[in-house]
C-alpha cells in the first residue's frame, strides 16, 4: 500500500525556537497533504490543508504565522512551528490522498510528537 | 461547515460481545465517508468506506452503512475481538475537505 512518511518522529526544543516536520509520500503523488494535530484525548484536529503549488488553507483558530506549511512538491509537505512554547507541546499527524476526489482513502504518516520546553 | 459527531468513548467491551460505534454526520453535499482505526503505537489507517447513500463499507468483520436520511454511519461488528482493541475515527470527505470524528477508544477484554 501507499506510504506516508513523516520526520523527524520525536523532537524536543527549547521554548522560542523553530520546528520543521516533514511529511513524504514515497511511493505516490500527492496533490493534496492535510496537518493534523492530535490531543492527549485522541480527537484528531483539522489544522490545515496543504495543496501542491498554491498557499495552504488554514482551519480556523489556527495561526498561519506559527504554523508555517510548504508543499513544494507533489511528494513533500512540511510544517515549520516557528517560535515554538510548550502549549505547542502535541503530537502532528500528516496525511496524503493517492488519487484525486472525495472517494480515495488517506494515507497516514506516523507522526510527530513535539515536546517544547 | 461540515462535521462529524461520533459516541464519546471509552467503550470497554468482552471478548465475543456485539459493537456498535455511532457515527452522524453534517455535510452540505453528499459526502464520502470513512472509519479509520488507530491500533496501540500506529498510525492511523483506512478499515472501510463508502461513497454513496445505502452504501455498505466492510473490511475484517466490521461493517457501517451509508444512511443519507439519518446522516449516520455507524461502525458495528458481530464479535469483538482483543485485537480490535483500537481508537476508531468516522470521517468525511467532500470537495476535498475531510473531517474527523473525535475518536472512539474501544477496550476488549478476554
Known amino acids: 500500500g501507499a506510504v506516508v512518511s513523516q520526520h523527524p518522529s520525536r523532537v524536543i526544543c527549547k521554548s522560542g525556537t523553530s520546528v520543521k516536520i516533514e511529511c513524504r509520500s514515497l511511493?505516490?503523488?500527492?496533490?493534496?497533504m492535510f496537518w493534523y494535530r492530535q490531543f492527549p484525548k485522541q480527537s484528531l484536529m483539522l489544522m490545515a490543508t496543504?495543496?501542491?503549488?498554491?498557499?495552504?488553507?488554514?482551519e480556523q483558530g489556527v495561526e498561519k504565522d506559527k504554523f508555517l506549511i510548504n508543499h513544494a512538491s507533489l511528494t513533500l509537505s512540511t510544517l515549520t512551528v516557528t517560535s515554538a512554547h510548550p502549549e505547542d507541546s502535541s503530537f502532528y499527524i500528516c496525511s496524503a490522498r493517492r488519487l484525486a476526489g472525495d472517494t480515495g482513502e488517506l494515507f497516514f504518516g506516523e507522526g510527530s510528537r513535539l515536546t517544547v520546553l | 461547515g461540515n462535521s462529524v459527531t461520533q459516541m464519546e468513548g471509552p467503550v470497554t467491551l468482552s471478548e465475543e460481545a456485539f459493537l456498535t460505534i455511532n457515527c452522524t454526520y453534517t455535510a452540505t453535499g453528499y459526502p464520502s465517508l470513512f472509519w479509520y482505526v488507530q491500533y496501540p503505537g500506529e498510525g492511523l489507517q483506512l478499515l472501510l468506506k463508502?461513497?454513496?447513500?445505502?452504501d455498505k463499507g466492510s473490511n475484517k468483520g466490521f461493517e457501517a452503512t451509508y444512511r443519507k436520511e439519518t446522516t449516520s454511519f455507524h461502525l458495528e461488528k458481530g464479535s469483538v475481538q482483543v485485537s480490535d482493541s483500537a481508537v476508531y475515527f468516522c470521517?468525511?470527505?467532500?470537495?476535498?475537505?475531510?473531517?474527523f470524528g473525535a475518536g472512539t477508544r474501544l477496550t476488549v477484554k478476554p
Open positions: 511511493d505516490f503523488q500527492a496533490t493534496t
Open positions: 496543504s495543496n501542491e503549488g498554491s498557499k495552504a488553507t488554514y
Open positions: 470521517a468525511l470527505s467532500e470537495n476535498n475537505d475531510m473531517r
Open positions: 463508502a461513497t454513496k447513500a445505502d
